[in-house]
């Protein structure tokens, strides 16, 4: 008798046709009454506060995908998703909810996970969730260190699971044209790269005294890996992005996405030297440890590329919050969530200019359409960010962080794996677990 995954895959749909009826609600799916049993993909959500919940929500527009299990340490958060979950017509009977992932990756008719957790949990859960024979829909950054990544790519080659990164701008479509511009030659040579991420909407929080955990959080599982320490209600939830513990600041929260289209432009694999500068300059009286001001540079072969960010305000380059800048001789290429343009160079001769271009699709969801595709078709390439992808800008993002903690200007052996001084790689390369985890060496 075929198996549950051969089932899956011999039912893999077209994926022009999963993309066009992604705009009907699950509802309308179960109404159509046009998909066996076997077609449908069992979903597990853990993490679902912010990215997890849009990331499951944009699962569910799709046919034949049932939410059958959420997990979060938060017990508000858990409740509150249930209701949402009923508002969209879910059967919430059949939907387990867990505190501890480990249970949910034990519950046998889960097909997929999706992680939205902070992002030192990310590795541990997503190496496990392949151990157990599920596929995973990770968010971004993937890893939390150099060490992380490199295990993460490890797990999904042993296990042979597809293992998609929530990088969804590579699903959208003016991402791609822009790039394809960019590689056709017309901007000329290009000598700089200029990625900035100015987001006046995000501040720390405020500098306050350590307290209880609220009611209905399990925070000891909350920290998990990360070292042991009393509740404070500015390293929670959204603000983890702050601490060093548990993330990177800008650079990896934003800044994956970003550099991640800066590196696909240029056909680009790692940076040979590594230079930041930077510090909590606009708010030292509010509570975070990443830096609110920064600027990285990245040496590679035949051009540079620049990181620049900031917390709290938004004018960015060429009158943008956030983008990328490929600076050529014909002219400037500037691209953004909100569309793109060429700017011409006026010192040329060959003139090059392109009006504004907007977006016209939606790329979380063709992106999540995209992972849904090819969990049935088990085709590993036709993913739009694989984990080897994904831990590409993810290792680059780190480089730069890891230059602005050290206070040094790297150099990266690219041959060896590793920076050429030995007391950075120590200390930074492979991020200390606690509490008796252990990242998994596979």
């Keep these: ?34 998909m066996s049993a076997a077609d449908h993909i069992n979903i597990g959500a853990i993490g679902i506060n912010g990215m997890g919940w849009a990331d499951l929500s944009a699962a569910l527009k799709l046919p034949g995908v049932n939410v059958v299990a959420l997990c979060d340490v938060d017990r508000n ?11 969209i017509n879910v059967d919430t ?16 008719d889960i097909d997929a996970v999706i992680i939205g957790t902070p992002d030192h949990w990310h590795a541990l859960i997503m190496i496990e969730a392949c151990q157990a024979g599920k596929d995973v829909y990770v968010e971004k950054p993937v890893g939390n260190s150099i060490g992380e990544c490199r295990a993460m790519m490890a797990a999904q080659q042993r296990y042979n699971r597809v293992v998609q990164a929530g990088q969804w701008q590579r699903s959208q479509q003016h991402f791609k044209d822009a790039v394809d511009y960019v590689q056709s030659g017309v901007l000329g040579n290009i000598r700089t790269v ?18 209880n955990p609220p009611e209905g959080v399990d925070f000891k599982r909350w920290l998990g890996p990360a070292p042991t320490r009393s509740f404070n209600a500015s390293r929670f939830h959204f603000n983890f992005r702050w601490f060093w513990d548990y993330a990177g600041g800008l650079m990896t929260d934003w800044g994956v996405h970003l550099l991640d289209y800066g590196l696909l432009g240029m056909k680009a ?15 030292p009286d509010l509570y975070e440890e990443t830096p609110d001001t920064l600027t990285t540079l990245y040496q590679f072969d035949g051009f540079n590329l620049v990181w620049d960010h900031a917390m709290g305000i938004d004018n960015g380059s060429y009158g943008r919050d956030h983008g990328i800048a490929y600076i050529g001789n ?17 010192q040329s001769k060959n003139k090059v200019s392109k009006p504004f271009e907007k977006p016209s699709d939606n790329g979380l969801d063709k992106h999540m359409a995209n992972f849904i595709d090819v969990v049935r078709s088990r085709k590993m390439e036709d993913l739009r960010c694989s984990i080897q992808a994904g831990s590409h800008v993810a290792i680059v ?26 007391k950075i790689n120590q200390q ?3 991020k200390e677990y606690h509490n008796g985890y252990k990242l998994p060496m596979v």
Excluded: H
């Design 397 to 422: 993002a780190q480089m730069g962080n890891i230059s602005f903690r050290s206070g040094q200007r790297l150099v990266w052996d690219e041959k060896a794996g590793k920076f050429d001084a030995d």
């Design 330 to 346: 014909n002219g400037t290429l500037v691209l953004s969530r909100g569309g793109w343009e060429v700017i011409e160079e006026k």
């Design 77 to 87: 958060v858990l409740d509150r998703r249930m209701k949402d979950l009923s508002k």
């Design 269 to 283: 694999g790692v940076p040979k030297t590594i230079a930041a500068l930077g510090g909590n300059f606009a708010y």
């Design 194 to 211: 200029k990625v900035w991420c100015y987001q006046g909407w995000m501040k720390p929080g405020p500098v306050v005294p350590d307290s």
């Design 93 to 108: 009977s059949k939907v387990k909810t867990y505190s501890d992932y480990r249970k949910l990756l034990e519950q046998k």
């Design 1 to 34: 008798m075929p198996t549950r995954r051969q089932f899956l895959q011999q039912g893999s749909l077209a994926a022009g046709g999963a993309l066009l009826l992604s705009s009907f609600d699950s509802k309308t799916f179960s109404s159509l009454g046009r």
């Design 428 to 430: 930074y390369l492979v």
